[in-house]
């Protein structure tokens, strides 16, 4: 999947922050899918593809070795990969139908089709994408302390 625009739509389920950075340090795609295939969740072979597929979609550098464990049924697997632009990070619950994945990058184009690939690949009923721009803001541009 080649990466889109960040001005462009990512899907109908998306949010992401209305504030843009005064200096910007790229971004974090936050991704949960829900009503997955129990099966495709305990698969360590089809999350290791789809986060190889995200890595190699984005032209993203993998430092090292992924590294990766199986939980063992009824429960999922956990992946996290390394990059010289910052991680990608896998967590499945089988029993719950659940997949999080969390991208953070330094590139502001690391938008991938997460809401076909899954729906696809893990038979996902939902796909949420939420979009965090990290960086510094300019007074005017802060958001309310929490």
């Known amino acids: 999947m080649p990466a889109t625009p960040l001005n462009e739509t990512m899907n109908a389920s998306s949010e992401s922050s209305v504030a843009a950075p005064s200096i910007s340090v790229g971004g974090q795609w936050i991704v949960d899918a829900s009503g997955c ?3 495709s969740l305990q698969s360590l072979t089809t999350i290791l593809a789809i986060c190889q597929d995200v890595v190699e979609s984005l032209g993203l550098q ?3 070795v992924p590294q990766s464990h199986v939980f063992g049924p009824p429960h999922g ?6 990059l010289s ?16 994945f969390n991208l953070v990058c330094c590139r502001e184009t690391a938008v991938w ?3 076909s690939q899954l729906r696809s690949r893990l038979n996902a009923g939902d796909v949420r994408i939420r979009r965090l721009r990290r960086g510094a ?10």
């Open 77 to 82: 697997v956990t992946a996290l990969y390394l």
């Open 62 to 64: 993998v430092v090292g």
């Open 113 to 115: 089709d997460w809401k």
């Open 137 to 146: 803001w300019a007074e005017a541009n802060r958001e309310v302390a929490e």
């Open 37 to 39: 295939d129990a099966e």
């Open 85 to 100: 632009e910052s991680h990608l990070a896998v967590h499945t619950y089988p029993e719950h139908g659940v997949a999080t």
